[in-house]
Structures are given as C-alpha cells and as structure tokens.
C-alpha cells in the first residue's frame, strides 16, 4: 500500500501543441471555419487567412499568451453547438494525422509506472478532450471560451494558459493533488514552455525550438526528437 500511495505522488506533464502533436491552435480553428464555410468558399477564405497567419507567429515570437488573447477573439460569434459538433471530426483529421508515435508510447510508460498524467495547454479545453480521452490523460488545463446566447464571445474564463502561468496552473494541481514536483516530469517543445519545464524535477524537451534547446543544452536536460505516427501500409495482395 505505501508504494501504490508514493506513486500517486509523481506525474507527468504535457505540453500538447507541438509536444504531444504536431498541431497549432490555428488548425483548429481553420478547420472549424472551412467546414463552415464549405469547401469553395473555405478555400477562399482559408487564402486569405494564411496572410494573417503571418502576423500571428511574429506574436507568436514576441509574446505566446497575448497571442492566443487575440487569436481566441476570431471565436467571437461563431455558435456554440454547431462548432461543437465538430469537435470529434476535428480529432479524427487534425490532431490523430499529427500525433507522435513517441509521445503515445511515453505516455504509456508513465502510466505503467503509476504516475498522473497531465495535459498544460493553452489550447481550449474542449478541442483537446477527445486526445485526452484516448489517452486515458487523468486531467487537462486548458482554458475555457465563454459563452453568451449560445455564441462564444472570443473571451477566455482566465488568463490564457502559457509560459509563467503554465507553470502556476502546475504548482497549483501538485499542491491540491499532493504532487511532488521535484520526482515528477514536465514535456514542452518551446521556450514558451520554459516556465512549465523549471517547474519539476525532471524537464524533458520536445523537438525543442532554438531557444530552448539552446537552454536544454546548457542545463543538460534531455531533448527527444519524437516524429508523427504513420499509418500502417496495407498489405499487397
């Protein structure tokens, strides 16, 4: 009993959006607008918006949680249901084509050793259930957008989840789940996640962006370079 009790007391931590998979919180939200919108004028408007995306990763390089404050207001008045509904066809062609094979299996291994796992991402909160679903994920941060006449109002419930308040969001689950931090282990992929990463014990990058891999190689953490499932080749007859 005492060691199924200590091994309540680790986890593991997830970024999702580039650690778990290859995705971004802009391919959700243009497949929800393209499926809208069908896919002539989808395509049209997904033209367009490729030009703005330009502004969203410069912000991106400057400042990743004012970035999804402004990039969550394009929500603004698109009806609740209907996106809703979308969600699970999201998960099948936008974020299963995207995962890593290794994040599956390392997921896997934390749990075969009794530890918590966590998703800490500022995606929202219903695009990443069906994942943590099927990850058998014990519980995920994310942020919420609110709602108004059933329409979402492009606000967030808090403050978006990234960089310090990753790790705030994590310092906060451990306390009230009685985490030790210190044996416990946190995956990021970008300096955005550096907060997250120095929050535990044991940090463990991702793929890892210029910056923080540079970071990575200073404090000797381990860097993984993990690559997208492939679906099996069906066999020849």
């Given amino acids: 009993m005492d060691g199924e009790h200590a091994a309540t007391k680790e986890a593991a931590f997830f970024d999702v959006d580039g650690t778990v998979t290859a995705t971004t919180i802009v391919d959700y939200y243009a497949y929800f607008k393209r499926r809208r919108l069908g896919s002539i004028l989808g395509g049209v408007w997904y033209a367009a918006f490729l030009v703005k995306c330009l502004y969203y990763l410069v912000l991106d390089k400057i400042d990743r949680s004012r970035l999804n404050i402004i990039f969550y207001r394009s929500y603004a008045g698109l009806p609740v249901d209907e996106i809703m509904s979308y969600v699970n066809d999201c998960h099948e062609e936008v974020i299963l084509p995207r995962r890593f094979q290794q994040a599956v299996e390392c997921i896997a291994h934390h749990k075969s050793k009794g530890r918590r796992i966590i998703f800490v991402t500022g995606s929202i909160d219903f695009i990443m259930e069906p994942l943590?679903?099927?990850?058998?994920?014990?519980?995920?941060?994310?942020?919420?957008?609110?709602?108004?006449?059933d329409k979402f109002t492009g606000e967030l419930n808090g403050p978006p989840i990234g960089q310090e308040e990753k790790a705030r969001r994590i310092r906060s689950f451990a306390e009230q789940n009685q985490i030790d931090l210190e044996r416990s282990y946190a995956y990021?992929?970008?300096?955005?996640?550096?907060?997250?990463?120095?929050?535990v014990g044991l940090p463990?990058?991702?793929?890892?962006?210029k910056s923080l891999k540079a970071i990575a190689s200073s404090r000797g953490w381990p860097v993984h370079h993990w690559t997208i499932e492939r679906p099996p080749k069906a066999e020849s007859r």
């Fill in 188 to 199: 990021g992929d970008s300096i955005a996640d550096l907060a997250m990463l120095e929050a």
């Fill in 204 to 209: 463990q990058t991702v793929n890892p962006d």
């Fill in 132 to 149: 943590a679903r099927g990850l058998e994920v014990d519980a995920v941060l994310a942020p919420s957008l609110l709602q108004e006449h």
